[in-house]
Nanobody, 122 residues
Framework: EVQLQASGGGLVQAGGSLRLSCTVSGLSFDEYAIGWFRQAPGTGRDGVSCMSSRDGSQYYADSVKGRFTISSDKAKNTVYLEMSSLKPEDTAVYYC???????????????WGQGTQVTVSS
């Protein structure tokens, strides 16, 4: 059974930092790319950052470039999203997900984890 467990969300002031973790079981980082998505109230779910452990390629949404960093620890089966210089518009439920489509890291995902709430106060 594939499971993706997201954690690390919380309430932070604008300009602050948070680190999200996604612990994965039931699939291999060599077969699936892992990514982070977010959904704010009343909006769709958008790709934030996705990565391939196979070749190290990464994708970042323009809105988070230079502020967010995605990384992985294969030994812990965990993917991280380091978020800094947070803005109120980063407020959303953040989800981690996995895809076997190496050509579109943040495209259609095969598996989803539950979300973790990130709230940035002004």
């Amino acid at each position: 059974e594939v499971q993706l467990q997201a954690s690390g969300g919380g309430l932070v002031q604008a300009g602050g930092s948070l680190r999200l973790s996604c612990t994965v079981s039931g699939l291999s980082f060599d077969e699936y790319a892992i990514g982070w998505f977010r959904q704010a109230p009343g909006t769709g779910r958008d790709g934030v950052s996705c990565m391939s452990s196979r070749d190290g390629s990464q994708y970042y949404a323009d809105s988070v470039k230079g502020r967010f960093t995605i990384s992985s620890d294969k030994a812990k089966n965990t993917v991280y999203l380091e978020m800094s210089s947070l803005k109120p518009e980063d407020t959303a439920v953040y989800y981690c997900a996995a895809t076997g489509n190496w050509k579109r890291l943040c495209g259609t995902q095969s598996y989803w984890g539950q979300g973790t709430q990130v709230t940035v106060s002004s």
